[in-house]
């Protein structure tokens, strides 16, 4: 209860900044759907020399695409702390999160939250219904719940795999680039792991399970039974993962050296 | 019992340096030369409530880090410290409620948006209710003279208004305890006084514990009976600030200016005391204890003609500069 | 130029002193090239070639634009924002070098290092791995290095414009952002520039992009022969010479601007 009266309140703190910087925030958008776009385009001309992708189509392939985004705008908007060593352990902002009675993680969380990155959500909704409607998808009532379940499955695949990469700041102080790398990993997720060798697609799997966030849970939607037992996994993983970052990071809160030392 | 207990409290951080040269930093590569850096070195002391305490020593004398494993940011290497009651990095979140903190050169306000709303979301973080934010607040804005700033960003503050709120914002939740890591670092000399005087009324008032670092012997001497002097991670010094002086300021200061270009070999042979130059050849200035001062001045008075003479008390801030630079050892 | 060359020194060293980069930049690459070769063998499927590209030189595509970019990428683009946005410029510009050559120093200082530290010992792994052409032609290796010489500088100067640009605009992140979509998508990093339609293709030959990934890559693996290649290298040279005006100019007025705001 406590934890989500804070949530609002830095919530109704960050509109508040955001509305200083209205043109920032356009820009913002425009950034993002260029993101997007990218991908898009990618598929779109990959498409126009092939018909099929290891026997899946065009259209199945943009409708994990359109699935991905949900989770992912999720997860930008909430987690993406990316630049956690650079702002918190290097400029020593960590030291007044940590005089604060709300569990660290959280609060950083909280400061660092991107609510614009949602609307990447809609644009993935969109080419969603799109796919869905050309490959003329039915879906059941409860086809809605579970599409909460798995998007927020994915949502803490992804919250975890970044927030151990930000624990590993507490050991060691040097600055790391495995962070952006760490997009373009999570991007094979988006396509079907069964084009992928035994070992990437293990590592996608249960390493960095980033299967997780994309094809597995749309192999449901999209009615590939082979593949039903991994989409039912995902709000498992999402708990496992989350759970496994927390405890590294409040592992790593004890290590924490403080800056300027 | 005590607000602070420090038992052979020690932080040790790993650091490595690094070869030098393009050779040696390929070496550096595989394996690193680890040194143990020992930054507070089993220092043990106790603060009772409503003390208020200096915390001093030079920069990399382990201040900050004793600071931050007081206020539970960082984790003991070993040793014992209670405050409030609490291990403060085991029940970090129940004991960070029961203290306040002012870093002097990092901003716990949000830097785009108005003070009050900091201060309304700090208000949620802490639980404070209406009614004891209405009557505390009220208290603390008022003393320090921040009504007219809260609704501006922070970001169009002086240095000296944002203090003057980052205090504020140390207090929303009253805390019987306060660190303030150098709180009057850059400030104009009105503002400090202000926040001195609003320091000690807090401290009159609600008996609040304060342990103050800073540079500035002024503000040591305008606000604690007590100092703990730290050097090189240990204790040095801890008593009153009285003591101190009078084991170690006892010196007076005797300045004069002469008439006539006087060298220091022709005052060295008149009386046996330190000798310093002053702003010219006409002027010098003789360090000696109290007990010689009637016998210099009276031999100098006698043998040259003076324009000016004046006498001054050794200042903290050269009492604590000599004892760096001699060691405690002499008192 | 004693003092750039220091520069390109410093910036290795600097570099070097991050070893949790350099054991997990490995790992990285080699997943990230691996994935694509996956991927490309997928959209390949059955047909032996497709825009004229065999999977062989498709796959050896991707590996090599993708160690390019290493050599290449640096961010200053970003650094100069960061330092226009704090002021420190201003006391670059009292400093005895040029500012802009300066920042490309460190750049090649970075992108060297991670050419040998990066990319070099990730392809071999990944040569391990995966079925990579490389051909045995040496004509074809001086031609490439060459043409990733240019790539470099193209790109640093892109990177030059973007971050000069930020000090005219509100908001320098929003726009650092959009240029890298623009470079990954038309410098045919992901997408050698021969996949897009007609149509696109025909306005991507007037802009610089393609110089940065995707004629390097396209000499080493071997798409482009004979004339075409001097044609894309002639391509990189012009351009390396056209966007000497935009910094000019940018650079400049980004010097008044900064006498008369003092930053």
Redesign the interface.
Known sequence: MFYISIFFQYMSQYVKTKLQYRTDLLVEFLSDLMFQGVNLIFILVVFGHTQLLNGWTRDEIIFIYGFFLVPFALFAAFFNIWDFNERYIVRGEMDRVLTRPVHSLFQIVLERMELESLLGGITGLIVMGYAASRLHLSFHWYDVILFVLFVLGGTFVYAGIFISLASISFWSDARSSIMPMMYNIGNYGRYPVDIYNRVIRYVLTWILPFAFVGVYPSAYFLRKTEWYTYSFLTPVMGIVCFTLSVLLWNAGVKRYRGAGN | MYAIEVEKLRKE?KSYS?RSG?AG??R??FTRNYKIIR?VDDISFTVKQGEMVGYIGENGAGK??TI?ML?????PTSGRVVVNGMNP?KE???F??T?G?V?GQ?S?L?W??AVQ?SF??LK????VSDQDYNEHMDHVIETLDIGPLLDK?VRKLSLGQRMRCELAAALIHNPPLLFLDEPTIGLDVLVKLKIRQFLKEINEKYNTTILLTTHDMTDIEALCERVIMLDEGKIIYDGSLQRLKQNWGEGKQIHFQFRDIVSKEELMLLVDATWEQGEDRYSWIAHVRATDMAHVIGKVVSSYELKDIHIREVSTEEIIRNIYEEGIHHG | MGKYIEMIRMRFLMMLAYRTNYYSGIFIYSINIGAYYFLWSAIYGGQPSIQGMTVEQMTTYVAIAWMARAFYFNNIDREIAMEIREGKVAIELIRPYNYLVMKTMQGLGEGIFRLLFFSLPGMIIVTFVFSLQFTANVHTWGYFALSTMFSFIINSQLNLIAGMVTFFTLNGEGLLRAKRFVIDLFSGLILPISFYPEWAQHVMHYLPFQAISYIPSMIFTESFTGDAVMKGMMFQAVWCVVLIVPIYVLWKAAKRKLIIQGG
């Open positions: 951080f690094s393009l930093a390929f550096d590569l930054a900050s880090t931050k206020t539970g940011i960082l984790t990095h970090r979140e129940r960070v409620q203290i903190v870093f990092r716990q949000w785009d948006i709303e309304r979301l949620k973080v802490y639980r960003p």
